[in-house]
Nanobody, 126 residues
């Protein structure tokens, strides 16, 4: 059974940093596409950052470019999202997700991802 568990969220002030973690069990993340998504009340879940399984190519939403960094720890089944220079607009529930292994050419859209964690809340006060 595949399980993804996010951690690292919390309440911070604008300009501060957080590092989110996602631990996977039941599958190997070493060559899997992975993604971080966020959702705010009343809005659809959106892709924040994703990493391809084939060559580790990363993508970022325009709003987080230069501030967020996605990474993985191969062999440890861990995925991270380093978030720097946080602003109130980054407030939301953050989820990590993984697509089914048979999917190829996965981008950073929510409909391309099949296994989801329960999320971790990030709140940035201004």
């Amino acid at each position: 059974q595949v399980q993804l568990v996010e951690s690292g969220g919390g309440l911070v002030q604008a300009g501060e940093s957080l590092r989110l973690s996602c631990e996977a069990s039941g599958l190997s993340l070493d060559y899997s596409a992975i993604g971080w998504f966020r959702q705010t009340p009343g809005n659809e879940r959106e892709g924040v950052s994703c990493m391809s399984g084939k060559d580790g190519t990363t993508t970022y939403a325009d709003s987080v470019k230069g501030r967020f960094t996605i990474s993985r720890e191969n062999g440890e089944n861990m995925v991270y999202l380093q978030m720097d220079m946080l602003s109130s607009e980054d407030t939301g529930e953050y989820y990590c997700a993984v697509p089914y292994p048979w999917r190829h050419g996965v981008g950073c859209s929510t409909d391309e991802y099949d296994w989801w964690g329960r999320g971790t809340q990030v709140t940035v006060s201004s």
